[in-house]
């Protein structure tokens, strides 16, 4: 055992000294806990006061919520070039006035011209540009990406958000049927697709048999070998660009979608057509080309100007495609007029008179002009009838001038003649909203079109038609609304085994812009 | 036995302390034998007999620990007698928050987006959290001007709890659900939350560690002079010990008598009374006679153990005396190898050792109802610097 330690003697044995004894202004003396807790506080208030310092000298990242989308990245360090100060930017704040919404939309206005979304809206329910493109979301953020319900608060009772005169430039007739989503039973169908208003005659279900038959089947087709349209009939340009590799030029021709309908993307480089994707502002591959009688069927359809059977017709004897009434008949008269030469040169043997007069012609000039008569009024029933084939035919009354024959005063001349008027064919055919097709390119083009698909091409036949060639004119063959919730839905459980239905984007905007909401159908469409 | 209305320690100058009514029901709950032994002078037929130290009995007297006492109900911040003020607030609170998440939800549904700050029921949760937190602050201030009498310190004290969590609804709601962006609000939003935090912490620790305190050291007194009482203790005891205890002769110079040579009868030491649960601290006169024989052990267990740890509290190799079982036993066996006379001296070393061992744990209870400050005011004032600079920002840049 240690050694106890010295004893201590007390300080004191009275009372009093042991009450002196006592700290009596202890609480002058600050304890541990008092004095942490200044330190710490000076401490805090330090850190709070270098916090705010560091985020006087690097603002974006303290004091902004977010940094601002690429596409203004530019102007992340300058708050105040769309910030007005102490003036809000939102429509939804309690000090928001016309004269601040007007300020905070002047500076995005400066870069950015938009049209108004509609002519009956009512524009103090317009919010400003940042009630809707919300920024500082991230770099990759996009500003267009705006929430349903900015559509919604509207279009959910839209007869109360605007006005009644509606003007024709919206497009087509809106109703007032509340959407609040996009599904079959919030959200109409696509007005759009409610009738066809093309005036071309076209059977997709014959052009894609085979060998563009009237036959309602391919077997059928092969039994009628007479009617089968091989690759041997056509040009040799045209043999290369449809036959098949390792087809015969005997083989029977098998169209494909792709044979008429094509995309940017898919073309070869250095073709022009490309540009027109480009000026129609729609991304590459979203629309199909526009289809052209001179790239997609002057192959087959030659426009002979006699019935010279189904050979290969004589290039100079073709009638051009898209010609007017008055350009016809100086075409046909042309032609008329050569192949009289060429069969009876008796009129070139005639002295030339001296004052040569319409009526004043000789007895064989007299029966050159019957004769041209007689092969233009042919060529024109046999042209006429060419493009009745395709297109619906207006009556037209040209005029003695312009035409090559100078005594040319019969009446029947003038009367007889038809123009084609425009096939009036959509380009776009959605014209309230945007359909890329790009990302649909992993469909079967029946999918969404299966009405042009000679297997399922049983509408209803008109008189005068074999069965299985319906005109294409007369329906529309776009799949609606019913068919875009399959996928664009939300994410729908299913079965084990079986496709899972819906997962693909349904919002809004997915299909519908605002400012040109019908953005692919014009030029210099705001961003 | 003893008188019911006498402590342990009821002498004082040489008379008993006069009779004290007590209440039937303390009487009853102080039966209960308390978990130590306790050291007492037992008394021949109830008359008081200064010095003559017959024997060690066993504690019956003084307020079992660990029981609840008197008074308890009354050491809760949220409940006890202040229910229905609290009830009162608990609705209040509960209204506005409905009535505030109502709007925010309503203005979510019909803008369709989640409202942020700066959205009308944004901003208005913005505000009322701006002047709930500065209320907050206010209680800073307020304790150090309490002679202005600007109400209760109570009414402080529960405004402060209650509106601060008010204020959580509010500042979520105008922080967008925590959606927030900038490093500045992020701060701000985290330096909130951190406070509320430990508010709550400290709120829940002053739910239950007061009456923990009440219970568990009835001897409590003020933090700051826990060791400064234990020093006189141990003063208090090293004179008794010097007069009543034999030289050790293994230790040159020990002059422990002379410590009171003025040739006095009495030592007035330190003496302790237990009353209603409350252990108070009194001055005792002892008779001082010349030194028992036999009591060698004692003072070498009172040099050894007893006074490192009266002066230091528990730590590394104290760790006997600082259990009250080990204690107990300790003491018992030192009264066994001791004379009898000495039970007197031995009692006042375990009631020593008793009181330190209160103090040691009112320390670790002090710490934990005074630590969670630590958080909550600086970073408090870090949360006024803050909001002191969000709230220009956040206007100029609306």
Same mark, same amino acid.
């Given at each position: ?67 601002v ?74 500003l ?42 919030? %959200?109409?169908?696509?007005?759009s ?16 048999r ?70 129609a502002?729609?991304?590459?591959g ?7 009688f001179?790239n ?96 619906e ?9 312009g ?48 009405a ?35 996928? %664009? ?6 079965? %084990? ?14 299909? %519908? ?15 | ?106 203005e ?37 001007v ?14 402060h ?9 509010l ?131 009172f ?21 009250a079982?080990a ?10 190898e ?10 006042h070393?375990?009631?020593a ?46």
């Amino acid at each position: 055992m240690p050694p106890p330690p010295q004893f201590t003697p007390p300080e004191g044995s009275t009372s009093r000294e042991q009450v002196a004894r006592i700290d009596r202004a202890y609480f002058h003396t600050p304890n541990g806990f008092a004095v942490a807790r200044r330190w710490l506080i000076l401490l805090a208030f330090l850190l709070g006061v270098g916090w705010c310092a560091w985020g006087a000298w690097d603002q974006p990242r303290h004091h902004a919520p977010g940094a601002v989308a690429h596409v203004h990245a530019a102007w992340e360090h300058d708050c105040e070039a769309c910030h007005q100060p102490l003036s809000p930017i939102r429509n939804n704040t309690w000090l928001t006035t016309p004269l601040t919404r007007q300020a905070s939309d002047a500076a995005c206005e400066a870069c950015h011209r938009v049209a108004i979304h509609d002519s009956r809206q009512i524009a103090a329910e317009v919010g400003s540009c940042a009630s809707c493109h919300t920024d500082h979301q991230g770099r990759s953020a996009d500003l267009t990406r705006v929430s349903d319900q900015t559509c919604t608060a509207c279009h959910a009772q839209i007869a109360r958000h605007r006005s009644s005169v509606q003007s024709p430039a919206d497009g087509p007739a809106s109703s007032d049927v509340p959407i609040t989503r996009f599904d079959n039973e919030h %959200h109409p169908a696509f007005a759009s697709l409610t009738e066809d208003p093309g005036r071309l005659k076209f059977s997709h279900g014959r052009h894609m048999r085979l060998g563009l038959t009237f036959g309602p089947t391919a077997s059928s087709a092969r039994s009628a070998d007479a009617t089968l349209w091989t690759y041997g009939q056509m040009a040799a340009g045209d043999q290369a660009r449809y036959r098949p590799e390792g087809g015969s030029p005997s083989d029977p021709v098998q169209l494909a979608c792709s044979s008429c309908h094509e995309f940017a993307p898919s073309l070869a480089d250095g073709d022009l057509r490309v540009i027109s994707a480009f000026v129609a502002g729609a991304p590459p591959g979203a629309y199909p080309l526009p289809v052209t009688f001179e790239n997609h069927c002057a192959a087959c359809h030659a426009l002979p100007t006699s019935g010279r059977g189904p050979g290969a017709p004589d290039a100079s004897a073709a009638v051009p495609h898209g010609i007017d009434p008055a350009g016809l008949r100086q075409f046909l008269e042309g032609l008329a007029l050569r192949e009289s030469l060429a069969a009876d040169g008796a009129v070139l043997r005639e002295p030339l008179p001296p004052r040569p007069l319409p009526a004043s012609a000789g007895a064989e000039g007299r029966a050159l002009r019957g004769l041209v008569e007689q092969r233009v009024a042919g060529s024109r029933t046999f042209v006429r009838g060419t493009c009745q084939k395709c297109h619906e035919l207006e009556e037209a009354t040209l005029s003695a001038t312009g035409s090559l024959l100078p005594a040319a005063t019969d009446a029947a001349m003038e009367a007889g003649w038809f123009r084609v008027p425009p096939t009036q064919v959509p380009g776009v055919w959605l014209g309230k909203a945007r359909f890329n097709h790009q990302p649909h390119r992993s469909f079967s083009c029946q999918r969404c079109h299966a009405a042009a698909d000679p297997a399922s091409a049983t509408g209803t036949v008109p008189v005068g038609l074999p069965e299985g060639g319906p005109l294409d004119h007369q329906m529309v063959m776009i799949a609606g609304r019913e068919s875009c919730v399959v996928c %664009h839905a939300p994410t729908q459980p299913a079965p %084990h085994g079986e496709p899972i239905r819906g997962g693909a984007r349904f919002d809004c905007v997915e299909c %519908h812009g605002y400012h040109n909401s019908n953005s692919h159908l014009f030029f210099g469409q705001a961003p | 036995m003893f008188p019911e209305n006498h402590s342990r320690s009821q002498i004082y100058k040489g008379q008993p302390y006069p009779a004290i009514p007590f209440h039937r029901a303390d009487r009853a709950r102080w039966s209960t034998p308390s978990c130590f032994t306790r050291l007492l002078l037992a008394r021949e037929g109830g008359e008081s007999k200064v010095g003559r130290l017959v024997g060690i009995v066993p504690a019956d007297a003084g307020p079992p620990r660990g029981e609840p006492s008197r008074g308890a109900e009354v050491l809760v911040i949220i409940g006890g007698k202040t229910w229905p003020q609290d009830l009162r607030w608990i609705l209040a609170i509960s209204a506005s928050a409905v009535a505030a998440a109502g709007c925010y939800g309503w203005e979510w549904w019909a803008e369709g987006l989640l409202p942020g700050g700066s959205s009308r029921t944004g901003l208005a949760c913005g505000v009322a959290g701006g002047l709930i937190i500065l209320f907050e602050l206010l209680l800073w201030p307020r304790k150090r001007v309490r002679s202005w009498r600007l109400g209760s310190a109570q009414t402080w004290l529960r405004a402060h709890i209650w509106l601060g969590l008010l204020a959580v609804p509010l500042v979520l709601m105008h922080a967008r659900l925590l959606l927030i962006g900038g490093w500045l609000n992020l701060a701000l939003m985290a330096t909130f939350l951190i406070v509320i935090a430990s508010g709550v912490w400290g709120l829940c620790l002053q739910q239950f560690l007061p009456t923990m305190l009440l219970e568990q050291v009835p001897a409590e007194t003020i933090y700051e002079q826990i060791d400064h009482v234990a020093r006189q203790r141990c003063r208090d005891l090293e004179k008794l010990v010097g007069a009543l205890c034999v030289g050790d002769p293994q230790t040159p110079h020990d002059h422990s008598h002379e410590a009171d040579d003025d040739g006095a009868e009495y030592a007035v030491v330190t003496g302790f009374r237990a009353l209603t649960g409350i252990q108070g601290k009194v001055l005792e006169t002892i008779p001082v006679y010349s030194p028992i024989p036999g009591t060698l052990p004692i003072r070498r267990c009172f040099f050894s153990e007893v006074r490192p740890y009266l002066l230091d509290g528990k730590g590394p190799g104290r760790e006997g005396l600082a259990s009250a079982a080990a204690a107990a036993k300790r003491f018992a066996a030192l009264g066994a190898e001791s004379p009898p006379e000495a039970a007197l001296l031995i009692e006042h070393l375990a009631q020593a050792c008793d009181q330190r061992r209160q103090g040691d744990l009112q320390m670790r209870i002090h710490r934990w109802l005074h630590g969670w400050l630590l958080v909550h005011v600086p970073l408090s004032v870090s949360l006024a610097v803050l909001l002191a600079v969000h709230i220009p920002v956040a206007l100029w840049y609306w």
